[in-house]
């Protein structure tokens, strides 16, 4: 088993989306992508959610309920099962889920990794 990661405290000052690329390790044809992450939002009791999207398909959503307004919250660190081609580039957008108010800024940080 091995771990690549692909995202280490990435910080956000400019907002979502964040995207970038990785290349599968060799030999490797499924695996699971690791996220956590955190965000905020101005309205109380909104549910925040996020994407994670792999070679422009979602592979999942990681979400968590702001009962308080202007709080950043941690999104519980979520797992999504992937199948990828051995050696191969790959794209990865974290983005809002559409219609979601997330606020995220320089005090916000994303983690995103493969484990195979």
Request: net charge negative.
């Amino acid at each position: 088993m091995g771990c690549l990661s692909i995202l280490n405290e990435k910080q956000s000052p400019t907002g979502l989306p964040i995207s970038g690329n990785f290349t599968t390790p060799t030999g490797t044809t499924s695996g699971c992508l690791a996220f956590s992450g955190s965000a905020w939002t101005r309205s109380a009791g909104t549910l925040l959610q996020i994407q994670v999207l792999l070679n422009g398909a979602v592979v999942g959503t990681a979400q968590i309920m702001a009962n308080a307004a202007n709080t950043h919250m941690a999104f519980p660190t979520a797992f999504f099962p992937v199948t990828l081609s051995a050696g191969a580039s790959n794209t990865y957008t974290i983005q809002e889920q559409d219609g979601t108010p997330i606020v995220t800024d320089q005090n916000d940080a994303f983690n995103l990794a493969l484990i195979y």
